[in-house]
């Protein structure tokens, strides 16, 4: 359609290649009037005998009138190779090739009938005639062709017919097919050879007005070989850039001066073998940047050339310009490397992560296998970002990304995400048992010990992978999947690899949704505080109260601490939570009896926040609860993020005079530094020891036993965790703790029934 004229294609400016193709009109409208006259004295002479002289007359008037239009419109096309055609000359000059194709029905369908079939059979003679003069006359304009051979050629298969003629008929019909055809791929084989003569034109303008720029100006330098490719006419500018004379250049192969020792070798770079094969084809080149080797020296020329041709057309050799370009490559490289690399690990960032998840999307897509993104993300790190500041954090990431280039192969690209996230893109991922020893290795290398700035380090990682195109067929679907996937790794405790599974959409929605009602909880009144009986081991009389946070939510019924927890801390609800807790706890606690303490709870949140003393002391002061009641419980977890800082606020907490107990000893970090540096006032052993203890396990009954000893030099009390059966009593009073609390003496309970305890004179009846 593009070369009838009748669609302008996006990939080519139609409107002056059209103009290339009418312009060939106005040379051949002599040929294609002789040809028309021609044949319109063989019309006259077959009827001049039949038909009456003045239609004949009549007739030729209103064929020249038709040719004089058609040859006035061709004339205003002359220049249309120097412009861009418009639509409304192509159907001006369409129209004009019709009324020209309509005088010519004429004969054929008002003579014809009057003669006999000779005659009839001679004028469709001269009709095949004129469709081919007028094919092999206009190769370029197929559109004019085919409406004249179209409306001419109906008319004769129309007459044929009506004569009884049906082979002839049928074989005009084979020949207006072959007309057409031949058209149009000559049309296409005309417009390509005149395109490729105007590009040749075009390059050897550029060349020329390049070489004369250059020469009177004096700019770069110019280079000239001849047919072996042997320098010639050597420039002095030329010599200075190879670091030769023009003596010692001249005659010297091209390829030979500039290739260095690969021209020994042979091992030629590829822009060089690239330069190479445009001289041996005498391709005309332009703007191609060429690595070289100048005096042992790695240099980036940008070069431009067209070949030479003598006055009887024969290769003469190659001219053109050059330029050393390397300071502007090495620029360039430097930002290009800026762009897509990690400025303190040297690894991939993450906008060529996405690039290279891509490619990989579309690599398994064509072949149909399967590609990976892993999604990396450090445990603990923020605790030594948060204690020894930025740079030693900086510094870990480093060595961090030493660890992990040493592990991938070609099939995987490592690189930084940003923070403490990084990420692996697997090109083939069709082998799951290679996926899962690459998150192994992940996860086992980072956590190995780091010497940084005289520190050891321990941090861990946590990996999340999704697996395309099977869980994403984007990369922004992919990418959203493996995190997905490392937020359960992280939400399982850590130092695991997590693969994506469609049921995770539904937890980060029900997340999302649980995450919007606890925000608006507070507020809407649905936390509830229960109490657990902390007793004396030997009196079995109760000595305080811990304050367990429960919360009924109006959208979602009772939802476990272990799920909203865990999500006040990410969003940092925890804070005002804790508040009212203490509050709430301070207020009920004046209700029991003057010896009788409440515990709560405090997260690390919490702690490090810079409200939380002065929340301690509202709380107090407004219940008007005596601080020696109240104890604060925490883990050993608030001293990695800053141990300072959680020392300090601790130290402000114990100083209005309330107790501190240090949850769950055993089970995290278990450092005698906290201990030593720290005056606890109770230590609570984890239920698991008394279960262990119970089964009769050496271990579970050593570390009671260290632990109840340490306490009583370091005058603390110790506190037995999920006592639940007397079995289990027995043997922690064997031990020597001296507090028990547990399901034996009472599960969680509300305020009424907390105070209603203490007018039971049994507490193990009441309970």
């Known amino acids: 359609m593009a070369v009838l004229g009748l669609a302008d294609p996006g990939d080519a400016d139609w409107a002056r290649l059209r103009g290339v193709q009418y312009s060939n009109l106005a ?12 044949a319109a004295l063989g019309v006259v002479w077959l009827y001049a005998g039949v038909i009456h002289p003045a239609v004949l007359a009549a007739w030729a008037l209103v064929l020249g009138a038709s040719l004089y239009h058609g040859i006035r419109i061709d004339s205003t096309l002359a220049d249309a190779d120097q412009r861009r055609m418009s639509r409304d000359e192509v159907k001006r000059q369409s129209l004009g090739a019709i009324l020209n194709a309509l005088a010519w029905v004429v004969p054929m369908i008002g003579f014809a009938p009057f003669g006999d079939v000779t005659t009839h059979l001679e004028m469709w003679a001269i009709t095949a005639m004129l469709l081919t003069a007028s094919a092999v006359v206009l190769p370029a304009v197929p559109l004019a062709n085919l409406l004249f051979a179209g409306v001419v050629g109906a008319a004769s298969i129309v007459s044929l017919l009506w004569s009884g003629m049906f082979e002839m008929a049928f074989v005009t019909l084979a020949w207006l097919a072959v007309i057409a055809i031949g058209s149009i791929e000559n049309a296409r084989s005309f417009l390509t050879a005149r395109v490729a003569e105007a590009a040749m034109a075009e390059k050897n303008e550029v060349v020329s007005l390049l070489l004369r720029e250059f020469e009177e100006g004096e700019a770069d330098w110019l280079w000239q070989i001849d047919t072996t490719r042997r320098v010639r006419s050597v420039s002095p500018r030329f010599a200075f850039a190879l670091g030769k004379t023009a ?62 041709f003598d006055d009887k057309g024969a290769f003469d050799g190659f001219r053109g310009v050059g330029s050393d370009v390397t300071a502007q490559r090495e620029s360039s490289e430097k930002i290009a490397h800026m762009a897509r690399f ?3 690990t040297s690894l991939p960032n993450r906008m060529m992560l996405t690039e290279a998840l891509g490619e990989a999307l579309r690599y398994a897509a064509q072949w149909r296998t399967r590609c990976a993104f892993m999604m990396i993300d450090l445990d603990r790190f923020k605790a030594v970002n948060d204690t020894l500041g930025h740079l030693v954090g900086d510094q870990l990431l480093a060595r961090v990304s030493e660890r992990l280039k040493s592990i991938v192969t070609d099939n995987e690209l490592i690189g930084r995400l940003g923070g403490d996230e990084f990420a692996i893109v697997v090109r083939d991922a069709s082998d799951k048992q290679r996926m899962q020893q690459v998150a192994e290795q992940v996860i086992h ?33 992919l990418m959203r999947n493996a995190d997905l996937a490392l937020y359960r790794a992280k939400e399982e405790g850590g130092g695991q690899h997590c693969n994506y599974e469609p049921s995770l959409h539904a937890s980060a929605e029900e997340r999302r949704k649980l995450e919007f009602s606890l925000r608006r909880a507070l507020e809407n009144d649905e936390f509830i505080l229960n109490y657990q009986p902390v007793v004396d081991a030997r009196e079995e009389t109760i000595v305080s109260f811990e304050a367990l946070l429960r919360w009924k939510s109006e959208e979602h019924g009772m939802v476990s601490p272990a799920k909203f927890i865990p999500l006040a801390e990410d969003t940092r609800l925890i804070v005002p939570i804790g508040e009212w807790v203490l509050r709430q706890a301070c207020r009920e ?3 029991w009896p003057g010896q009788v303490k409440v515990a709560v709870n405090v997260s690390g949140e919490q702690l490090l926040d810079p409200g939380f003393v002065p929340s301690v002391v509202t709380a107090l002061s407004t219940s008007g609860l005596p601080p020696q009641r109240l104890e604060i419980e925490v883990t050993e977890s608030i001293f990695v993020r800053d141990a300072n800082l959680a020392r300090r606020a601790l130290e402000q907490i114990m100083a209005l005079g309330c107790g501190i107990a240090l949850d769950d000893f ?25 279960q262990g203890a119970s089964a009769g396990s050496p271990e579970s009954l050593a570390i009671i036993r260290a632990v109840v000893a340490m306490a009583e030099s370091l005058d603390m009390s110790t506190t037995a965790e999920g006592v639940e059966t007397e079995r289990e009593l027995e043997i922690i009073r064997g031990l020597g703790c001296r507090k028990i609390q547990g399901y034996y003496f009472g599960r969680p309970m509300s305020s009424l029934d907390a105070r209603g305890l203490f007018a039971r004179s049994d507490l193990r009846q009441a309970v």
């Open 589 to 591: 606690a004046v209700n």
């Open 445 to 477: 290398l980072l956590s190995q010990p780091y010497e940084v700035d005289h520190h050891t380090l321990f941090i861990g990682a946590s990996i999340g992978s999704a697996v395309g195109p099977r869980d994403g067929n984007t990369v922004e679907t």
């Open 247 to 308: 003596e010692e250049i001249d005659g010297k192969p091209f390829v030979q001066l500039i290739a260095g020792p690969a021209w020994e070798t042979g091992q030629f770079p590829a822009s060089l073998h690239d330069l190479a094969e445009r001289l041996k084809r005498r391709e005309s080149f332009s703007n191609l940047i060429v690595r070289v080797v100048i005096n042992g020296e790695k240099r980036w020329w940008e070069l431009s050339g067209t070949p030479k």
């Open 342 to 344: 990690d400025t303190l």
């Open 27 to 38: 040379t051949v409208a002599k040929a294609r009037v002789l040809a028309q006259v021609i």
């Open 666 to 690: 055993g089970t995290g970090y278990s450092s005698l530094a906290y201990i030593r540096n720290l005056r606890f006032s109770t230590i609570k052993i984890d239920r698991s020891f008394v």
